[in-house]
């Protein structure tokens, strides 16, 4: 049973995962051709600046902690000389360190030209608050939804 558990789980996080990238990919997509201060104006300043190779680099990055619950379970149990012992075991406790860190490129104009992405919750994280770090004035899914929205007033 344990390992038919596993198995969904760990098949759960593969979905997740295959549809959160090109969503990462297309959210940090929509800011290129746009000024780095559009950026900075919905995600605020960025962390740290890079010179690296002739381009300007800016960083983004969001770390967290997660520390998860310590679960003790017990059983009582008989074995075969009619003796009953309690058989106790600990899970958890365990303190996660999460990391997303987005990379734009940014040319001499201040125009957003290429970027990327790293850590161990990028992209899964963002595909859950999307709205966060996509732009606002190239946002293809809210294109999408208004055209939705236009064709239910036109029927």
């Given at each position: 049973?344990?390992?038919?558990?596993?198995?969904?789980?760990?098949?759960?996080?593969?979905?997740?995962?295959?549809?959160?990238?090109?969503?990462?990919?297309?959210?940090?997509?929509?800011?290129?051709?746009?000024?780095?201060?559009?950026?900075?104006?919905?995600?605020?300043?960025?962390?740290?600046?890079?010179?690296?190779?002739g381009k300007n680099i800016y960083i983004w990055e969001e770390k967290s902690?997660?520390?998860?619950?310590?679960?003790?379970?017990?059983?009582?149990?008989?074995?075969?000389?009619?003796?009953?012992?309690?058989?106790?075991?600990?899970?958890?406790?365990?303190?996660?360190?999460?990391?997303?860190?987005?990379?734009?490129?940014?040319?001499?104009?201040?125009?957003?030209?290429?970027?990327?992405?790293?850590?161990?919750?990028?992209?899964?994280?963002?595909?859950?608050?999307?709205?966060?770090?996509?732009?606002?004035?190239?946002?293809?899914?809210?294109?999408?939804?208004?055209?939705?929205?236009?064709?239910?007033?036109?029927?």
């Open positions: 049973m344990k390992k038919i558990i596993l198995f969904f789980t760990v098949s759960f996080m593969y979905i997740n995962i295959a549809q959160a990238e090109p969503f990462m990919d297309k959210a940090l997509d929509s800011w290129v051709g746009y000024p780095l201060e559009s950026v900075i104006k919905y995600w605020g300043y960025p962390d740290s600046q890079q010179t690296i190779a902690e997660y520390q998860s619950d310590t679960v003790e379970r017990s059983t009582i149990k008989t074995d075969k000389k009619g003796r009953t012992y309690v058989d106790t075991h600990k899970s958890g406790g365990s303190t996660y360190e999460m990391l997303c860190r987005k990379i734009l490129e940014v040319n001499s104009d201040n125009i957003v030209s290429g970027y990327s992405y790293k850590g161990n919750i990028c992209p899964n994280a963002y595909f859950l608050k999307a709205k966060k770090i996509v732009n606002p004035e190239n946002n293809e899914w809210e294109q999408r939804k208004l055209e939705k929205q236009a064709k239910k007033r036109n029927y």
